[in-house]
């Protein structure tokens, strides 16, 4: 089955950089879609980042444009998300999701096509 695990979550100073990774295993193919959500306290999740896999396109949230990358390594079945000059409202449970190729577009993100959902890594930024 689809199981996306993320990792390398942590607690930081603001203006510093973490890099997530997403663990992407269960897909027939790779992904057309990579993404990146969020859920900070209290709010709803939202879509930050999106990769389209084939085109290395990539697209991002006003609030996060110029500061977060996100990057794919197919051959070993990993994405990423560096998040560098973080700032304390960047706090938040971070998620990786998948769409199938061929299952819809990437951008702007439409969280019933994403797939893979996992338990999320904590970014606390202060």
């Known amino acids: 089955h689809v199981q996306l695990v993320e990792s390398g979550g942590g607690s930081v100073q603001a203006g510093e950089s973490v890099r997530l990774s997403c663990a992407i295993s269960?897909?027939?193919?790779?992904?057309?879609?990579l993404g990146w959500y969020r859920q900070a306290p209290g709010k709803v999740r939202e879509g930050i980042a999106a990769?389209?896999?084939?085109?290395?396109?990539?697209f991002y949230t006003d609030s996060v444009e110029g500061r977060f990358t996100v990057s794919q390594d197919s051959a070993e079945n990993m994405a990423y998300l560096q998040m560098d000059n973080l700032k304390p409202e960047d706090t938040a449970t971070y998620f990786c999701?998948?769409?199938?190729?061929?299952?819809?577009?990437?951008?702007?993100?439409?969280?019933?096509?994403?797939?893979?959902w996992g338990q999320g890594t904590q970014v606390t930024v202060s």
């Open positions: 999701a998948a769409v199938p190729r061929g299952g819809g577009r990437c951008w702007p993100m439409l969280t019933p096509l994403y797939r893979g």
């Open positions: 269960g897909f027939d193919k790779w992904p057309g879609c």
């Open positions: 990769l389209y896999t084939e085109s290395g396109r990539h």
